[in-house]
């Protein structure tokens, strides 16, 4: 008897930034063949397209149209994930300082998002899907079968930032990093249009004293337990 259900399901992975969801996510979504989706690298393809044809980020309508204009795709390579705007590769681009102090501001507005929420819909519907982000169990994928809210100390997202940047070989100052990550938590989670917030039904895991392993093996096992009982 086979006792691995061979059922594809949605796994949505939200929480505030740094917090691991991508590294996670990314994980998870290898160990089961799924499809990993950054909905948060599609929120900063927009905002660098914006910045580097000066639209003014409190545009919305400029920046609706712009969404509508330009073509954002994920592309798995074997090296990860590529995004590309129009074809472009801007992969390394849209982690730059600058785009990542400016999203924000890009993903508070609310026609950005049911536009980008339709994007992301259809990119779920098959499921065999891990998606990661701020609204994915609340808004994006509402009936997926895993949810998973990611959290951490502002400290430890900070330290973990701060390490990544170094292997990258920049002097970050651990002060300032704290700093961006409170102003985009802020942002994120008190802005009208789908706020970052735990869904109900979604499982918190707290990943301040957890390995990266430790919190994927987390949501296999969760998943395992789902996919049993489909
Ligand atoms: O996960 P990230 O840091 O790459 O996300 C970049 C920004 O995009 C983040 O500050 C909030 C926004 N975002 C969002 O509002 N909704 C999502 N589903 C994903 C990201």
């Known amino acids: 008897m086979n006792l691995v259900s061979t059922k594809t399901i949605a796994i949505a992975i939200d929480g505030p930034a740094a917090a691991g969801k991508s590294t996670v996510a990314k994980i998870v979504a290898g160990k089961l063949s799924y499809i990993y989706i950054d909905t948060g690298a599609m929120y900063r393809a927009l905002t660098l397209q914006a910045m580097l044809e000066h639209i003014p980020l409190d545009d919305e309508a400029l920046l609706v149209q712009l969404l509508q204009r330009i073509d954002i795709k994920l592309k798995q390579d074997k090296n990860g994930q590529l995004i590309l705007v129009d074809g472009t590769d801007v992969t390394s681009e849209i982690r730059s300082q600058n785009v990542t102090n400016n999203v924000s501001f890009v993903a508070k507005h609310s026609n950005i998002r049911k536009e980008m929420v339709n994007r992301q819909q259809t990119l779920a519907a098959e499921r065999g899907v891990v998606m990661d982000g701020r609204d994915i169990g609340t808004h994006v994928i509402p009936d997926a079968e895993v949810k998973i809210f990611l959290v951490a100390t502002v400290e430890e997202r900070a330290k973990r930032r701060y390490e990544e940047n ?59 337990e789902v996919t049993h009982s489909l």
């Open 166 to 224: 170094v292997k990258k070989g920049f002097q970050p100052n651990i002060e300032e990093l704290k700093k961006e990550i409170e102003q985009r938590d802020f942002i994120d989670s008190k802005r009208e249009a789908a706020p970052l917030i735990q869904a109900v039904d979604a499982i918190e895991i707290d990943t301040t004293s957890l390995s990266i392993n430790d919190v994927a093996q987390r949501i296999l096992d969760r998943v395992k």
